[in-house]
């Protein structure tokens, strides 16, 4: 990954204040009732009013079809917005990513609609937790293997399943960049990061194992134990002082 000027993370940071603003106002349109295919029109609204683009429509094979990831439920990450009405008990992940002055910005949430079980409100803290921690550690040194081992080591610890098949990643002249940032490792492993990088740090954790599988529609990763999963996603920008969160 090409590090980032002191211009392009300036910009990058306004844009990811904006993206983090338009992210809270889709989360408060979950309610029981309410579409995927509403709110993700509302998240294409609310990027196309702040003077951005979707990074999300068209990318990929076959080309991402909405601004928004709506993965309910079993559905870990890159659910495709449907007619399903939300209800009392789903766990909803949000994912969305903008372009903006050429720049990439990329952060998700989960929601979870009440009431839930304890054990599924201890899956939703725990992944947010998980990324807190994970953030709070990121200094000029630190290797992308520290970061997953301390996401692992921390969610495990509490009974849940850390996803492996899909990891966070550097983030800005595009939405994926090297390196990857998985969410399991051994400390000292992988890429150290130095000032000027930008990732998307982006846990994603279930009730039970970490396998997971794609949909027939080619995009929603589904556990394959049918368990509940989890996801939150921030972006940090790496300092001499230590790091930077762009995305709060
Ligand atoms: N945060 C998700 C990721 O890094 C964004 C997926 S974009 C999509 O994988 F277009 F592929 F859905
Ligand atoms: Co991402």
């Known amino acids: 990954m090409k590090t980032k000027t002191a211009a392009e993370i300036a910009s990058l940071a306004k844009s990811a204040r904006m993206l983090r603003d338009i992210l809270t ?9 309410v579409t995927g295919i509403e709110v993700a029109k509302l998240a294409e609204e609310l990027i196309k009013k702040a003077g951005g683009v979707s990074a999300f429509i068209g990318y990929g094979k076959p080309p991402y079809p909405s601004a928004l990831c709506v993965s309910v439920n079993s559905c870990v990450v890159h659910g495709i917005p449907s ?12 994912d969305i990513g903008m372009i903006y002055e050429g720049l990439y910005t990329d952060m998700a949430r989960t ?21 807190d921690k994970a953030l709070q550690t990121i200094a000029p040194g630190v290797t992308t293997g520290d970061i997953g081992f301390i996401v692992q080591s921390f969610v495990e610890s509490r009974g849940f399943g ?17 390196p990857e940032v998985p969410n399991f490792g051994g400390r000292g492993d992988g890429t150290e990061l130095v000032p000027g990088m930008v990732l998307a740090l982006e ?16 995009w929603s990763v589904m556990t394959v134990d049918g368990s509940k999963a989890a996801h939150f996603e921030d972006m940090v920008v790496v300092t001499d002082a230590g790091h930077t969160i762009l995305t709060r």
């Open 203 to 218: 846990p994603m954790i279930t009730l039970g194992g970490w396998e997971v599988e794609t949909a027939p529609d080619r």
């Open 111 to 131: 929601v979870a609609i009440e009431p839930i079980s304890e054990k599924e409100r201890l899956l939703v803290a725990t992944a947010k937790e998980a990324l």
């Open 25 to 33: 106002q889709v989360c408060a349109a979950v309610k029981p009732g």
């Open 162 to 178: 850390v996803v492996r098949d899909l990891a966070g990643h550097g983030v800005g002249h595009r939405l994926h960049e090297p």
């Open 83 to 94: 007619a399903y009405r939300f209800r009392s008990g789903d766990i909803v992940g949000l």
